[in-house]
């Protein structure tokens, strides 16, 4: 479905956005085995038959690391930033006509600006919105689209009817269309925008999609030819934002048009955010080694720093720093327990842990394995750690429902591992609906809205904050799960793992593998529709609503390339991480 582009930034050599950090200097090397019949459980005395696993240790050396000193943290780029950030401002209020604006804001957004002009955009499209029947007459298709995307992508209500004028009788878009190929790019981006039962343009992605793929073939010269690539790749909407900027970045410095001011702005503010994350990442590692848990337990996925991009992809502004932290740590605590789960324990430990989990008594562990005790611990003091942090910060005692969602998780993973252990394949029905639980998705999103800035804590929704109750976190946790199917499924059929979602519509239907990964496919692409739709009407601020496209973008991120890059720790992920995190943009001065 997705290819994975590596970015190319102009004006500095890729090899210096490729270059590894020194080799990690672990007290191991190679890969964690745990051999079937070798492994035992200390406090028992026996031998104990587990399944066989070869995780590669972490890719990160976090001594370098910790070592980094960014420069773009100086006070002197602050007030460089802040004096662009006042110019770029006025460029955009003093942009008059409609089009201009639009094609302002885009880029601003794409550039990974749009977070310093919240209020302008806003105010911009509002007044757009409120002036949108001018645009159902209009020609202008790439005008049309854009408007369409923008005012969604901000939760402005627009129909699909603005885009009637483009079809013929029949209800399709007219073929003619085709030779605009920056309006049918448009519309092609818009595409992914509509929401549920929007019938009347559900052919626009497949022929906006088979227009680009031709004009790529026929055109291999063409200036839009990378940005046509790009978006046939993983579509706009789909894509985490600073994997985005970061492209975005080095294609418009190649625009003959392009704004040297905005560009400047856009790298140096690009720098200053890594900086940020530097440290953010920085702490995440402090915390890990605090922890103890990689010298504890060595049956799991150590991957401090490919964690804490889940949380930079839940939100990447500035004030969200204690947000990404936190998710980061949660991801570690996931991946813990969830390869306990799937390849280390054996069944009858696993009733143990998961009854231990719901009971949640930290004095009735007596009958545990000392590995099962140290996990419980982990989990049981990272929700302590949450909860007391939420009641000192924001005054709402939260801790019943880290402590829910927790058990709910390890719920869903016994059901998995009885799976596993008895044999059954189940429905791809029954799958999906412990899948949905399974992937942890339900618990991010509570971590994601206890540490939003200025977000009000409400009973309310810390009840809705449940697959079971809420369709936008069951849509979301969904989307997650067909996506990291889609991603590990080649892995976890060698693994002989619960089957994923591919192999059990084959089981249910027949089909081919490759028809069963269409299959899935669509569906991703449908429950993106009704997340589009659940995003429109949730009653949840708009800062956490767009978790649950997050969500699916960062899973897009690790999962594109339809492998298990989080898992198998690729070097072409790793170069992703470098740009996101790492290699700042070279030459940025200050004037």
Not at 14 to 42: D, H, R
Not at 115 to 136: A, P, R, S, W, Y
Not at 338 to 364: C, K
Not at 571 to 590: A, G, M, Q, R, Y
Request: aromatic content about 12%; charged content about 25%.
């Amino acid at each position: 479905m997705m290819a994975l582009l590596i970015p190319q930034v102009a004006s500095f050599p890729y090899a210096s956005l490729t270059k590894k950090l020194p080799p990690n200097k672990t007290s191991f090397s190679g890969t964690i085995q745990c051999k079937a019949s070798s492994a035992s459980v200390s406090d028992q005395n026996q031998q104990v038959s587990r399944q066989s696993v070869n995780f590669k240790p972490d890719f990160w050396n976090h001594d370098y690391i910790q070592s980094l000193d960014n420069q773009y943290k100086d006070q002197a780029y602050e007030e460089e930033n802040r004096k662009l950030r006042s110019e770029v401002r006025k460029m955009l209020l003093e942009t008059a006509n409609t089009l201009d604006q639009l094609e302002f804001i885009d880029t601003l957004q794409r550039l990974g600006l749009g977070h310093h002009f919240k209020e302008e955009i806003n105010k911009i499209l509002g007044n757009i919105c409120n002036n949108v029947d001018k645009f159902k007459s209009k020609q202008n298709l790439r005008a049309v689209a854009l408007v369409f995307r923008l005012l969604r992508q901000h939760g402005y209500e627009i129909s699909t009817d603005v885009f009637d004028s483009f079809k013929n009788e029949e209800g399709d878009f007219e073929t003619s269309l085709s030779e605009d190929i920056r309006g049918i790019l448009s519309l092609y981006e818009a595409s992914f925008l509509l929401m549920e039962d929007e019938n009347n343009l559900d052919k626009a992605k497949d022929f906006t999609s088979k227009s680009l793929e031709d004009f790529v073939s026929k055109n291999p010269t063409h200036e839009l030819k990378s940005q046509v690539k790009h978006a046939l790749e993983v579509p706009l909407h789909w894509r985490l934002p600073r994997w985005e900027a970061r492209w975005f970045i080095g294609e418009y410095e190649r625009i003959p048009n392009m704004n040297p001011t905005l560009l400047h702005l856009a790298k140096l503010d690009y720098n200053m955010l890594q900086a940020m994350y530097q440290e953010e990442v920085k702490s995440n590692i402090r915390w890990w080694e605090r922890s103890g848990l990689e010298k504890k337990v060595k049956f799991f996925r150590c991957r401090v720093v490919d964690n804490y991009v889940w949380g930079l992809g839940m939100q990447d502004g500035p004030e969200y720093g204690k947000l990404r932290k936190v998710i980061g740590n949660f991801c570690a605590m996931i991946a813990l327990t969830d390869d306990m789960y799937d390849v280390y324990g054996t069944l009858q430990e696993l009733e143990l842990f998961t009854e231990a989990i719901i009971r949640w008594d930290a004095n009735d562990l007596d009958n545990l394995p000392d590995y099962m005790k140290v996990v419980f611990f982990a989990i049981y003091n990272f929700a302590d750690e949450v909860a007391s942090e939420v009641l000192k910060e924001k005054g709402q005692n939260v801790h019943s429902y880290l402590k829910k969602g927790w058990q709910d998780l390890c719920r869903a993973y016994i059901v998995e591992a009885r799976w596993y252990h008895g044999g059954k394949t189940p429905s791809l029905k029954e799958y999906l609906e412990n899948g949905s639980i399974s992937i942890g998705a339900h618990i991010s999103h509570l971590h994601a809205y206890l540490y939003l800035p200025d977000n009000a804590i409400r009973k309310m929704d810390l009840d809705s904050l449940d697959p079971s109750r809420s369709n936008l976190i069951y849509s979301s946790s969904l989307n997650a799960r067909l996506l990291n199917d889609l991603g590990s499924f080649k892995r976890e059929k060698k693994t002989g793992d619960v089957p994923s979602a591919i192999q059990l519509y084959m089981n249910d239907s027949g089909a081919s593998e490759e028809e069963a990964i269409q299959h899935i496919k669509r569906l991703i692409y449908k429950t993106w529709q009704k997340i589009n739709q659940q995003v429109a009407t949730s009653s949840f601020s708009r800062d956490f609503n767009m978790s649950a496209w997050e969500i699916s973008r960062t899973s897009i991120f690790h999962y594109s390339k339809e492998d298990d890059s989080y898992t198998l720790q690729h070097s072409e992920f790793e170069d992703l991480v470098h740009l996101l995190i790492f290699d700042p943009i070279p030459n940025i001065t200050c004037s």
